[in-house]
Each structure stands twice: as C-alpha cells, then as structure tokens.
C-alpha cells in the first residue's frame, strides 16, 4: 500500500481517483490538501463518516470508537480521552518493560523478535486496562491466559476475508471468542462495583483504565451529563487491545531495526537514555519511515460532497488519506526524507499543529500524520508514546546490542501493522 500510494502520487499528482471494491475512491496525497480536508472535517456537520467493512463493525462492535461518526463518535471520544493520561498508568508500562528485558534475556541464538513485541504491546494494554493488581490476580487463576488466547481469536477475525460469520470460519470462531471477552469484562466490571460499593475488603486497588471508564463522565453545554454503559466499555476496549497493541509493536519492530543497523545510533541514544526529547524524536522519525497504519479511509457524507481546491469529491465516495505518501514521499515537509534524520523533529517548534486536537505538555514532539488527525486522531497516541519511550528506555539502559540474522528476508509487509516477513530475527550480543 505504501509503495502503491509514492508511484500513484508520482504518476497522477497530489490526489486522483481509483476505485476500491468497485467502489468510487479518491487518494489524497498532499499535506495542505490533507489539512484542508481535516479542517472541513472539523468544521463540517456529517462532513465524512467512518469507513469500515461489516465484519469489523460487527467485530469492534456498533459503540467502537472506530466506527462510529458524527456527534457520537465526539461524545465517545470525550468520554475516553480523558481516561488515557499515560502518567496514571505508569507502573503498568514499566511492570511490562521489565518483564520483556527478563523474557528476552533468557534467549539464545537468532530469534523472532515481531512475537516478543506483540505479546509486550498486549500484556501492557491488559495490565493499564486492569491494574497491576487485578493483573495479578487473573494471572494466578489462569483467567489471563484464557482472556489472551480469546483476545488473538478475535483479532484474527479482523484480518479474515470479508465473509459471513458462519461457526467455522474464522469470523465466527472471532465472534464467539468476543461474546466470551464480553462476558468477562462485565464480570470483573461487576466485582469492581461491589468492591466500591464496600462489599469487599479489596476495595483500595490503584485507579486503572477500566475503573476510569466506568467513572467517565462528560457534562454537554445544555448541563446534561453523559456516560458510557457496559456494551460501549467493552466495544472500546477492545478497540484499544487492538489499536494499541499491533500498531506500537509495528513501531518498536521497526525501532530496533534501525538500531541494529546503525550503531553509532545506537550509542547516541544509550548515551541520552534520560533524555525524553532524544527518545521521542528517534520514534517519530521512526514512524515517519516505517508508519504502521500508512492510510486512513472515510465516506463522503455532506448532499453536496466535498471540494478540496479545485476538487469536488461527490456524496458517498471514499475519501483516502495517503498518509505513507505524505511521510514517505513529500520532500517540501520533509527535506532528504530517505534519510533516517531524528534531528529533524529536535529542532521543531514545540507546539500542536493542525493535526492535533489538543496540546499536551509532556511532550515535546507535535504529532505527525501516522496518528491520523483532526476528529478522528488516535486518542491513545500520548499513551503509546508513553509505552515506546519507556521500552527503549529500559532497553538502552541495559546496554543491549543485537544483530540480524543475515539469512532472514527482511522485507517489510503489513498485516495490518508493518513488520519484516521472517519477524525480525535477532541475537543478543550481550544482556544483563
């Protein structure tokens, strides 16, 4: 898709008009074009809606964050950004970095190390959404074990055909493992009550994301308040168990990828492993060359289409965002863009651009088209960045070197998110 979108930009321009699914679409490959578009999102009633195949609706479910448009899916986002400040969950992300050191220490040879970033992004997701404790506590009855392999059942459907949910297809058996993750989150969303309620002596634990989802309350400007009910918890949890799992593995695959073809990198960053600025930067430009969702899709909703300069798009096309064309290919906003320059973003301005929909002081990076944008922006970038830094971090304290296995194809590919085929085979040089 990557590729398709830099040799379509370079043949047709900054936007031309394909067809997807026998379905009239128009790629949009130019940043002021891209803001443009997200301006009249944001100023536009109905301007665009979300895009998504009937599986996925039915799989991420109709309260789903993902799919929803209009004043609900504001009314979602209200509700769920608040509740995804990384420094509330802190202790999760570190608990899980640790034991990725520990996991990756013990092993010997060549190794995939796509798995390993995997099982780390969705062991993270789990511990924030539960707490260290209750974390735990699944873990000794063997529920997390369950609850995971259910979790990978259900993403599996994601990636399946667009079919029918018939029992012994993939779809279906993804179904039926959604019906059971439902079924035990609202179980431990019950015992969570009682404990509050003072049925419990458990009733202290630590504030973690399912406990300030359940609290999430948001006040309109009318003074009626809104909250989300049991069936939008869990349709939004496991749109983060997805979303913040495949796409942050994708990203720290690649970061360890350009480390271990550059050690003089390498070294910088070892050197300035305190230096948050330093980290954040590597990752940006790290999803700049490597961007783990490399385009973004809507339908036209207003009667009377969109016009973007001298472009109309009419009512119920698609509307695509070439993100990896912009990162990948626009010299004017990124000056050599085949250069891995972290430097880049060192000396960028430290504010928000059109892009972001809310400032946040804790970072020094603005976002970059790899989180979407305007409305329908990632709301868990600030915590996935959170979850990048604190990996590398602890990675780099370490000391750890690693190299490919030279055999290995190294070719990247997305499913969905963008890993090499062989997994990224490494050997640790030295560990702890």
């Avoid at 608990?95 to 996991?103: V, Y």
């Avoid at 009682?194 to 989802?213: F, I, M, P, Q, W």
């Avoid at 990996?391 to 490919?404: C, F, I, M, T």
């Amino acid at each position: 898709m990557a590729q398709y979108q830099i040799d379509c930009k370079r043949y047709f321009g900054n936007i031309w008009r394909t067809s997807i699914l026998f379905h009239d679409t128009v790629f949009v490959a130019n940043d002021s074009l891209s803001k443009e578009l997200y301006q009249v999102e944001r100023t536009r009633k109905n301007a665009t809606s979300a895009c998504f195949p009937p599986h996925h609706k039915a799989l991420f479910g109709q309260h789903s964050v993902l799919v929803t448009s209009g004043q609900e899916h504001l009314r979602l986002r209200s509700l769920i950004g608040p509740t995804l400040v990384p420094k509330q969950y802190m202790s999760e992300i570190s608990s899980s970095a640790c034991e990725f050191i520990e996991q990756c220490s013990l092993k010997k040879g060549y190794f995939p190390l796509v798995p390993e970033l995997k099982r780390f992004s969705l062991r993270v997701m789990l511990r924030v959404l539960f707490g260290n404790e209750l974390w735990i506590e699944l873990k000794s009855t063997r529920q997390l074990d369950a609850l995971i392999d259910d979790i990978n059942t259900w993403s599996l459907g994601l990636l399946a055909p667009p079919t029918s949910f018939l029992p012994w297809t993939i779809a279906g058996r993804a179904m039926r493992a959604r019906s059971r993750i439902h079924d035990k989150v609202i179980d431990i969303m019950s015992q969570l009550r009682r404990e509050n309620s003072g049925n419990s002596t458990s009733s202290n634990r630590k504030v973690s994301l399912l406990a300030n989802l359940m609290e999430s309350i948001v006040k309109s400007e009318d003074g009626s308040s809104s909250c989300l009910f049991n069936d939008a918890i869990v349709d939004n949890i496991l749109t983060l168990l997805f979303a913040g799992s495949d796409t942050t593995s994708s990203v720290l695959t690649s970061s360890f990828f350009v480390l271990a073809q550059d050690k003089a990198l390498l070294k910088r960053l070892q050197g300035s492993v305190d230096d948050v600025k330093v980290i954040e930067a590597f990752l940006t430009e790290t999803q700049r060359l490597y961007p783990a969702a490399p385009f973004t899709m809507r339908v036209v909703g207003a009667e009377d289409g969109l016009r973007l300069g001298q472009y109309h798009i009419p009512k119920s096309w698609y509307i695509t965002y070439a993100l990896a064309a912009i990162l990948l290919d626009d010299e004017s906003i990124y000056p050599n863009r085949n250069k891995f320059d972290m430097d880049r973003w060192l000396s960028s301005p430290n504010k928000d651009d059109i892009r972001g929909e809310s400032s946040n002081p804790s970072l020094s990076i603005s976002p970059i088209w790899s989180f979407g944008a305007g409305n329908r922006m990632c709301p868990g970038r600030f915590l996935a960045n959170a979850e990048g830094v604190s990996l590398l971090q602890e990675v780099l304290r370490k000391g750890w070197d690693w190299s490919l296995d030279p055999l290995q194809n190294l070719t990247y590919r997305y499913n969905p998110g963008f890993f090499p085929v062989h997994g990224l085979r490494i050997q640790l040089n030295h560990g702890i």
